[in-house]
T-cell receptor, first 115, second 112 residues
Framework: GAVVSQHPSWVICKSGTSVKIECRSLDFQATTMFWYRQFPKQSLMLMATSNEGSKATYEQGVEKDKFLINHASLTLSTLTVTSAHPEDSSFYIC???????????FGSGTQLSVL | QKEVEQDPGPLSVPEGAIVSLNCTYSNSAFQYFMWYRQYSRKGPELLMYTYSSGNKEDGRFTAQVDKSSKYISLFIRDSQPSDSATYLCAMRNKAAGNKLTFGGGTRVLVKP
């Protein structure tokens, strides 16, 4: 199966700082990537969809100026949480799919803790 | 009402038993149905992928889709403690591209 690598797996930062999370497709070209947020014992909540070379499409209620998504290449998308606050603490997961791929493959997730 | 409903559990079974999981949905346009397994603090792992109605078997896993009832199931035979995880159903329709709609997940505990 296709492999999606996500880094870091966990990060602790101070309130007010920015944090960048990377999502890479290792063995396929990811034409579309998705970013999710997950709270404990809850399901995945889609934050945004990004297509390579285009601006991300954000779900309702997700602040695009706070959660910056860049999908500049077919193998890399990044999510930057700007001016992080404790309420941004969560588990963030990326997923990717490629042209002619019907399935979606997930990264291993990033646990963000904002102090 | 959520588009996809899934009992949160927890579902506790003894080792070797059959685990039975299901989801119901309201959107008749869904065509592709998936089951993911998620261990704590890890990304979801695709277990089963089915298109339209019918059954699909892969090792100890069997997925069933009944589009007329808007009901999908996952059965795990000969369950092992390593099957203890949260199981998420997901579905999509072609018009939505690859955007998935997830159920809330069912936590499963297989006791040795």
């Amino acid at each position: 199966g296709a492999v999606v690598s996500q880094h870091p797996s966990w990060v602790i930062c101070k309130s007010g700082t920015s944090v960048k999370i990377e999502c890479r497709s290792l063995d396929f070209q990811a034409t579309t990537m998705f970013w999710y947020r997950q709270f404990p014992k809850q399901s995945l909540m889609l934050m945004a969809t990004s297509n390579e070379g285009s601006k991300a499409t954000y779900e309702q209620g997700v602040e695009k100026d706070k959660f910056l998504i860049n999908h500049a290449s077919l193998t890399l998308s990044t999510l930057t949480v700007t001016s992080a606050h404790p309420e941004d603490s969560s588990f963030y997961i990326c997923s990717a799919t490629g042209q002619n791929l019907e399935k979606l493959f997930f990264g291993s997730g990033t646990q963000l803790s904002v102090l | 009402q959520k588009e996809v409903e899934q009992d949160p559990g927890p579902l506790s079974v003894p080792e070797g038993a059959i685990v039975s999981l299901n989801c119901t949905y309201s959107n008749s346009a869904f065509q592709y149905f998936m089951w993911y397994r998620q261990y704590s603090r890890k990304g979801p792992e695709l277990l089963m992928y089915t298109y339209s109605s019918g059954n699909k078997e892969d090792g100890r896993f069997t997925a069933q889709v009944d589009k007329s009832s808007k009901y999908i199931s996952l059965f795990i035979r000969d369950s092992q403690p390593s099957d203890s995880a949260t199981y998420l159903c997901a579905m999509r329709n072609k018009a939505a591209g690859n955007k998935l709609t997830f159920g809330g997940g069912t936590r499963v505990l297989v006791k040795p």
